[in-house]
């Protein structure tokens, strides 16, 4: 199986940052996209910003010039800098993994993580 970690949520002040990040592990036998998704109270799941694993990236147009996604592809743990936040980025955050496991014949899955919470709040 395919486990994905979140860290690095929390509380944080109007225009403050915070740095995700999201460790892959289990029986992968190579990572293609990461991605970070949001979801607030009473709305849908959203994506915020994603990652080839030739580290083209995308971002939703909410988060663009404010938010970062990197990632190492030696540890499989993929970043979101999150910088000038605001009370509209309050939501959990989840870590989002494309995999192929065990070989190059092996099935190709999609993985989550369980959630981080991000509130941003004077």
């Known amino acids: 199986q395919v486990q994905l970690v979140e860290s690095g949520g929390g509380l944080v002040q109007p225009g403050g940052s915070l740095r995700l990040s999201c460790v892959a592990s289990?029986?992968?036998?190579?990572?293609?996209?990461m991605g970070w998704y949001r979801q607030a109270p009473g709305k849908q799941r959203e994506l915020v910003a994603t990652?080839?694993?030739?580290?083209?990236?995308m971002y939703a147009d909410s988060v663009k010039g404010r938010f970062t996604i990197s990632r190492d592809a030696a540890k499989n743990t993929v970043y979101l800098q999150m910088n000038s936040l605001a009370p509209d980025d309050t939501a959990v955050y989840y870590c989002?993994?494309?995999?192929?496991?065990?070989?190059?014949?092996?099935?190709?899955?999609?993985?989550w993580g369980q959630g981080t919470q991000v509130t941003v709040s004077s």
């Open positions: 989002n993994a494309y995999v192929r496991q065990y070989s190059y014949s092996g099935p190709r899955n999609n993985y």
């Open positions: 289990g029986s992968i036998f190579i990572t293609y996209n």
């Open positions: 990652i080839t694993n030739g580290e083209s990236t």
